[in-house]
């Protein structure tokens, strides 16, 4: 009895422990950077977004389908565009969970966390109700947002405003041009090379006057002057957030034809009011209405002080999906817009962690030819960046550029993306593995039927091969690369003949460094060192003998 009563007093002491355990738990308060500052809640998937605060991920999730962007208790707004699994602060919230007896973060039930996001919204926006099926809650909270109207301007063309349904809709240029030919690209010259191209293909300085209904500014007083930015503003915002798919057509040809060549448009006209009624015709059903309004996007990413704007507003999602799915049209602009926004550097690895990679390596082989060079533009750019490079590496990007390079297709633009491949050493060693040498001097030693880009890119292609790597001595020989590169250093253009130089150098050198070796499994085999006498001193050679 005695031993039961022990028993029954040590476990009567545990619920006690427990049970006075249990008011000091729930006084426990996690700490403030656990919660998510939408939710308030422990955050079950935290991730962190560029400014360095963390959000739970269905937070961001519903701010997203509800095109809203919250404004926190310091007063600022958190830029969703780019969001990165948060792992240190995750573990950081179990350990605490298990230090203080607490329960791990449960995951939040989507419909809870919109409710949340909805009261906010009603509080952020109180003169403004949710009344209408037909409202939507983000032209509700971002058209009262200010007009930004940044500094910097800089000078480009424009896309050129293509035909619509019924052919009602077209806007022709004042100009006397009817081309529908890129700033890039004309009828009897290739595009320029990458490095060199600043604007889309889907570009013209000039509209296309052929089957085209004009719209003067003299139907639209307001668009008069330009000195009236705030009145322009207002009149498109109001045709494009109008149900009338007429209307969001003629909103949409105003605002592509204001900002075709205007500057100071584009700049006024990039606000968060135009952007959120912009973004919901970006994925509209009506092909012209998309069309049309990813062809503005891509008059207003002209401008540098845009391009951040742009992708934090929350674009490039949409721009992937219409590049996948989107008309041929659609899929034109949507390439053009990509490879504008990628020439920012602060977007490369937003645009590359939000999924662009992948759908613009297979717009490569599209049936356009603008879609074609605007991707590839794109991903020339995205690939300066070592963190896109893996990316590309991983996605299987190297057997795909290679396999164009060997058929001709588009072959001087895909090359410039190799190049940016082989400086990294992951995708160095992926095209060493890929016979990269064999095809590069293959293509020049068919040089007569490939054009001057064509070849230097593949010399600077070689190059940044050749550069630290042990391999490619050995590949180039193989592939007898030599007699093809002294070619070059005769014949080549500058650019060509410096790169060629310097890889005849290098191959030299190497070879150098090989002769001033010994070759110990040669001299074995010989039975006499006979071979190694010119190359050893006399006393190592007695020293030899002596062993043997």
């Known amino acids: 009895m005695g031993g039961n009563g022990k028993h029954r007093w040590i476990f009567s002491f545990y619920q006690r422990s427990n049970s006075s355990s249990s008011p000091k738990q729930s006084k426990t308060q996690p700490p403030h950077e656990f919660l998510c500052p939408i939710s308030g809640s422990l955050m079950f998937d935290p991730v962190v977004i560029p400014s360095g605060q963390s959000f739970d991920r269905i937070s961001i999730q519903v701010c997203r389908d509800l095109g809203f962007t919250p404004t926190l208790q310091d007063g600022s707004t958190p830029d969703f565009s780019t969001i990165i699994p948060n792992l240190a602060i995750k573990t950081t919230i179990l350990a605490w969970c298990r230090d ?23 509080e952020q926006t109180p003169s403004r109700l949710i009344s209408g099926p037909d409202i939507r809650v983000s032209e ?24 619509s349904v019924n052919g009602r809709l077209l806007c022709s240029t004042s100009t006397s041009s009817s081309s529908d030919e890129s700033v890039i690209v004309t009828a009897s010259s290739p595009y320029t090379p990458l490095p ?5 293909a889907c570009f013209s300085a000039s509209g296309s006057s052929s089957s085209s209904t004009e719209i003067t500014l003299s139907e639209t007083p307001n668009l008069k002057s330009q000195s009236s930015s705030s009145l322009e503003e207002q009149e498109i915002v109001l045709k494009l957030k109008s149900s009338d798919i007429f209307e969001q057509e003629t909103g949409l040809v105003l605002l592509r034809k204001i900002t075709r060549t205007n500057e ?24 012209v209405v998309q069309t049309n309004a990813i062809a503005s996007l891509v008059n207003l990413s002209l401008e540098k002080s845009n391009k951040v704007v742009i992708v934090r507003s929350g674009f490039v999602p949409l721009l992937i999906d219409a590049l996948k799915a989107g008309s041929s049209e659609a899929q034109e602009h949507a390439a053009g817009a990509l490879f504008s926004l990628a ?13 662009a990679l992948q759908p613009l390596l297979h717009a490569l082989r599209s049936e356009s030819e603008r879609t074609q060079h605007d991707s590839a533009l794109a991903l020339y750019h995205l690939s300066l960046i070592q963190s896109n490079r893996v990316k590309l590496v991983k996605l299987g990007a190297v057997l795909t550029l290679l396999s164009m390079v060997k058929s001709g297709d588009s072959a001087s633009r895909v090359l410039l993306v190799l190049c940016n491949l082989a400086a990294c050493p992951e995708g160095k060693s992926a095209m060493l593995d890929a016979n990269a040498v064999a095809i590069l001097v293959g293509m020049l030693r068919e040089s007569e039927l490939v054009c001057k880009a064509t070849r230097e890119n593949c010399v600077a292609a070689l190059f940044a091969l050749s550069h630290g790597s042990m391999r490619f001595k050995g590949l180039a020989k193989e592939a007898r690369a030599v007699e093809v590169l002294r070619e070059v250093e005769e014949r080549g253009s500058e650019r060509a003949k410096d790169k060629a130089k310097r890889i005849l150098q290098m191959m030299r050198d190497r070879k150098e460094d090989e002769d001033d070796e010994i070759d110990w499994e ?27």
């Open 343 to 355: 020439l920012e550097d602060e977007n490369k690895m937003a645009i590359g962690v939000l999924g």
């Open 140 to 163: 509700r909270e971002l058209l009262k947002a200010v007009a930004e109207n940044p500094p910097v301007l800089f000078s480009h063309a424009v896309t050129e405003i293509g035909p």
């Open 196 to 200: 060199l191209a600043i604007r889309p």
């Open 264 to 287: 100071e448009a584009r700049v006024s006209l990039c606000s968060p009011r135009l952007l959120s009624v912009l973004r919901s015709l970006i994925t509209s059903r009506y092909s």
């Open 100 to 122: 203080h007896h607490a329960q791990d973060p449960a995951p939040p039930d989507y419909s809870s966390v919109e409710k949340i996001v909805l009261s906010k919204i009603q």
């Open 522 to 548: 040669a001299a074995l085999e010989s039975g006499g060192l006979s071979r190694t006498r010119n190359r050893v001193g006399k006393d190592d050679f007695a020293a030899n003998s002596t062993d043997f």
